[in-house]
């Protein structure tokens, strides 16, 4: 009967009530704030159970239900939880950030109202050189001297194109055309709503090292600060079984357990076999799958079989 039904109460967490509205700073002139939150670990359980009640479950069964979920990709009970952002990003990063389509978006309009005016400043020591590993990517920071004239004219450079959109501006040109010429540093602001599972997504993808700098500080705030408050038995389980796990594939599984036996040779053929390095005697071609590989080897200890081969 409908009237024998429990009457719900809507979940609410503390530790995240406790920064509802409150702006927290990303970079110069950024920040991300939560506006509004749906669910939390409690919905998670809940839903993976098909239960309204609080049942007699005990917390460290609870805990370990979300474990089991992350662990084996059982998504739709983290698609109950959502966050609403208020966020103020820099236009090139906002790029980045709008790919992610699991999302529902409100921009501000530099058609409706005049831009922003802030844009995003790179300090003296904050110019990176261009990768030579990763087309997209960075390395290493260049030299304050250079810094400090890149810096210089950057800040000449932004004061000038806000000079010419507000001389438009005045000259009566409309906003949606007067806007053409300002740089990718401009700041613009969005309301984001996403739900949990989706948000874990983009956290894995933006919290990676090799993620731009720049959005990967909106990134950190977002998991470390957020959704560590929001859900921690959920955040927990991302972290140990996404963020900081690593997965094999057929091939590495089947190395690393030679490598680990010590049978340098049979892994080393496997390598060969596979396509990783070519025939003995020939150097090393790149190969970001071996990269890749590499990398785990190094993070477990381990020997990398071509390269002392190379050696």
Known sequence: MVDQAEKLVRPYVPALDEILGVPLPVLN???VRVVDYMGSDESIVQAARVSYGTGTKKIHEDRGLIRYLMRHHHTTPFEMCELKLHVR????????????????????????????????????????SQSTLNKQGSASTLEPSIGERLSAAEAEFQKAARKLYEDRL???VAREQARKDLPLSTYTEAYWKIDLHNLFHFLALRMDPHAQYEIRQYAEIIGDEIVSRWCPGAWSAFQDYCLQSVS???VEAK?????VGNNIETALAIAREEGLVGAIGEPLKRNRERDELEEKLI????????RQDAE
């Open 29 to 31: 002139d950024g920040f």
């Open 170 to 172: 005045s000259a009566g």
């Open 89 to 128: 990003v820099p236009m090139d990063c906002w790029r980045q950030w709008i790919r992610h389509r699991t999302a529902n978006v409100n921009e501000y309009s530099t058609r409706y109202s005049v831009a922003i005016d802030s844009a995003q400043t790179t300090p003296v020591i904050g110019w990176r």
């Open 248 to 250: 094999l594939s057929r």
């Open 255 to 259: 190395m690393m357990r030679e490598v």
């Open 299 to 306: 993070g477990f200890g381990l020997t990398i079989p071509w």
